[in-house]
């Protein structure tokens, strides 16, 4: 596990890093090894994560061919029990809404994203809520005519939130922010 873990790591470090300079080829046949890590369950974990190193690139790399699976798993993996993989999807798809979002492939999975966000909305999982709350923000920068879809889907469950004794801290400040968004 440890040996797969490493080769992922170092596969994903090389797109982000160098991916400029080795080649659009090798590039391009990594992400696609890399998507195919997203579907096996031993792997999965490390490759979101390695996902979003190589979202997060300065070198703006095209991701263009690879993205609308990468997006696609990673809201999949939001109804999923392990919370390490939510927490994990939700951070790599802020970054790819945040560097990518403006592309229409991305922009159009934005609803599909959003169904699959709503219910990670609640008092139950303050963390969880902020980092859903963060990627509903993203979208709406990335795409203002997400607006509409963010507040039919989202509003329901900050208003429920509101409403909560629990909210505070960072996962308040998320909802403040998505709030002074839709406004």
Do not use: C, W
């Not at 999982?125 to 920068?141: E, N, P």
């Amino acid at each position: 596990q440890e040996v797969k873990d490493a080769a992922i790591n170092a596969a994903g470090l090389m797109v982000a890093n160098l991916g400029d300079e080795v080649g659009e080829k090798e590039v391009k046949d990594t992400l696609a090894v890399l998507v195919e890590r997203l579907s096996n369950e031993i792997t999965r974990l490390t490759t979101v994560k390695v996902f979003g190193k190589i979202a997060s690139s300065p070198l703006k790399l095209p991701l263009a061919p690879v993205l609308p699976d990468v997006v696609k798993e990673l809201a999949s993996f939001l109804r999923k029990q392990n919370r390490q993989l939510k927490q994990a999807s939700l951070s790599t798809l802020e970054v790819v809404v945040r560097n990518y979002g403006k592309e229409k492939a991305v922009a159009a999975l934005f609803p599909n994203v959003l169904t699959e966000l709503s219910p990670l909305i609640s008092d139950a999982d303050l963390h969880i809520t902020q980092l859903s709350l963060g990627l509903a923000v993203a979208m709406l920068k990335a795409s203002p005519d997400a607006a509409a879809n963010v507040r039919d889907v989202t509003y329901p469950k900050s208003i429920e939130l509101v409403q909560s004794s629990l909210l505070q801290g960072q996962a308040l400040q998320a909802l403040l922010s998505l709030f002074a968004e839709l406004v």
